[in-house]
């Protein structure tokens, strides 16, 4: 039996997995842009009480490093890291096209992520192989791409589904591969040192 807490904090939702033995309970907050660290561990608390669990009990920690929210990136991989380095227990890191890919049942198609101002993060996937690496792509680049396109958002898209994110995340962190380097998925850079690049007109 396997116990883990597992964190998403990669968008303006916020998704807490703890799992006891069989015994799973998730929390999931669908509205909580700029909120994360104020909420996180009230909803940690209460997804280990639920199952009657301890972060000492647990075997792994996980979170997802993205892309999606460079703050909420950084706030839940920050508190896996902090709670797999108190307990001496493994991290692992899954991205959210992870979290996509794993519950998509077609062979091909790519996976679609709202970077905002009309570009997207995408990732592209055959058969269970990525064969487009993770990039940022504006809208017209996503439509010449065709396909089948998969994601966890309300977005205008041609050929898009949406799923329901709050059942996406215990089933790729339970699967997933703990690593010693665990590490955020940003894809692009932020909008702040975009502004500077532009600013300055140095690369970064």
Known sequence: MTNFLAIDTSSRYLTVV?????????????????QHSVVLMGE??????????????????????????FTGIRIGLATA??????TGKRLKGV???????YNVSVPEFYAVIDAGRSHYYVCGYSHGKITLEPCYRSEEQ???????L??????????????????????????AQASDEVHALY??????????????????
């Open 18 to 34: 703890a799992q006891k033995g069989e015994r799973s309970v998730t929390r999931h907050l669908p509205e909580c842009a700029m």
């Open 44 to 69: 940690i608390e209460k997804a280990l009480a639920a199952v009657n669990l301890t972060p000492e009990k647990c075997d792994f920690f996980a979170a997802v490093t993205g892309p999606g929210s």
């Open 81 to 86: 890291k902090g709670f797999a380095l108190a």
């Open 95 to 101: 991205t959210a096209f992870d979290l996509i890919a």
């Open 142 to 148: 996503l439509s010449a791409l065709g396909g089948s």
């Open 150 to 175: 998969f994601g966890f958002e309300n977005l205008n898209l041609k050929n898009y589904t949406a799923l329901d994110i709050k059942d996406c995340l215990r089933p790729v962190a339970l699967n």
């Open 187 to 204: 894809v692009r850079k932020s909008q702040a040192e975009e502004n500077l690049r532009e600013i300055k007109g140095v690369e970064i």
